[in-house]
């Protein structure tokens, strides 16, 4: 039991009692109880500093200080920016730039133009057509963040969905469809229903961008952007009308596609090879089928472009954007997941 001392028994006695009283504390072995019990009895101001310390450590839990210890473990601690991840990023997408360019000159373009390199009404054609198809994605990608930021993917997300599938992509052929069919000289409804159109693939992709992280986000982006840069370099200096032919493979290849990305609702759940190899039909597959699509749809455009300059045709790059915007979704889309599944690979 605690016990208290206090000098009204005076000071030289209590000096020749003080190395008794700490011995006698020492060898006390209170329980815990005693410390909340001392409580009645009346309070003296003046205590034993040996007391107080004796009957605290009895009362103290031990693992208190590990407690605290522990506490402080688990508070993380903002990690450092890392300077050179940006630099590393760059150096990604510049490989898979350079590497697809050279790989794609080096088997599909031996050949050079017979006309000796591209005219200027072509490359003017072309630089048109590339402006509104990053005029179109920069439309997609803030109309996505604001769909984020507002809470409407998240309202869609726990509406019916596939009330919400079906009304959007009936929403999206709409809108390309009715875009294609307006003459490009009716500026206003050709431009209005460009917009609805890529509003519509905005909502497509905006769950995928609040689920995903901004930096992958980011390095998918720039991964697409190369991977199509050097895919339309090589479309644009190839031969004329070299790889026209291949618009009908592609298309197979495309509903191939189509099909293995249907098939998780198809296959039961036990069928984890199948599964796993639909996924993989889907993704990488997908890569290659609308990376084959830039390389037509670059060459398409010059071909249009020829056409125009003949009077054949009316110039169109709002149109030709559309199937430019379309294959870069598809190829970016299939990053995104696939820079997904490497980080939780990594955890």
């Known amino acids: 039991m605690s016990f208290t001392i206090t000098f ?11 190395p008794e009283l700490s011995k006698s504390s020492l060898r006390t072995v209170a329980p815990a109880r005693a410390f909340h019990q001392s409580s009645t009895r009346p309070y003296n101001f003046f205590t034993s500093r040996t007391t107080l310390t004796s009957t605290l450590l009895r009362t103290t839990p031990k693992n208190a200080f590990a407690k605290s210890t522990r506490t402080y473990i688990q508070q993380p601690v903002a990690p450092a920016a890392d300077s050179g991840s940006t630099l590393r990023r760059l150096l990604t997408g510049g490989a898979i730039f350079g590497g697809t360019l050279i790989a794609i000159n080096a088997v599909f373009n031996r050949e050079t133009r017979e006309d000796g390199g591209m005219p200027p009404f072509e490359r003017s054609y072309l630089n048109q057509t590339f402006l509104h198809t990053g005029l179109g994605i920069g439309i997609i990608g803030l109309t996505a963040r604001q769909m984020v930021q507002s809470g ?122 199948t599964l796993a190899f639909t996924e993989n039909l889907w993704l990488y597959g997908g890569l290659a089928v609308f990376g084959g699509f830039t390389l037509y749809d670059v060459q398409k455009i010059l071909y249009h472009s020829r056409l125009a300059e003949q009077g054949i045709i009316k110039k169109d790059p709002v149109n030709e954007s559309i199937s430019l915007e379309l294959d870069f979704l598809n190829i970016f889309i299939r990053m995104v997941q696939i820079l997904m599944m490497q980080q939780n690979r990594r955890k």
């Not at 009204?8 to 003080?18: M, T």
């Not at 992280?213 to 200096?237: D, E, H, K, N, Q």
């Open 8 to 18: 009204r028994q005076g000071p030289a006695r209590l000096a020749s009692r003080l």
């Open 152 to 273: 409407f993917v998240y309202r869609i997300m726990v509406t019916n969905p596939w009330v919400v599938a079906i009304g959007g992509l009936a929403l999206s052929f709409g809108t390309m469809l009715g875009t294609r069919a307006v003459d490009p000289d009716n500026y206003v409804p050709k431009y209005a229903l460009w917009t609805a159109f890529n509003a519509t693939q905005a909502a497509f992709i905006a769950p995928l961008i609040a689920f995903a992280p901004g930096a992958l986000i980011a390095r998918a982006g720039l991964y697409t952007v190369a991977m199509m840069g050097s895919i339309s370099f090589v479309g644009a200096t190839a031969k004329q009308e070299k790889y026209m032919y291949i618009g009908g493979p592609l298309l197979a290849g495309a509903a191939i596609v189509a099909v293995s990305g249907l098939a998780p609702l198809v296959l039961p759940v036990t069928a984890v090879r």
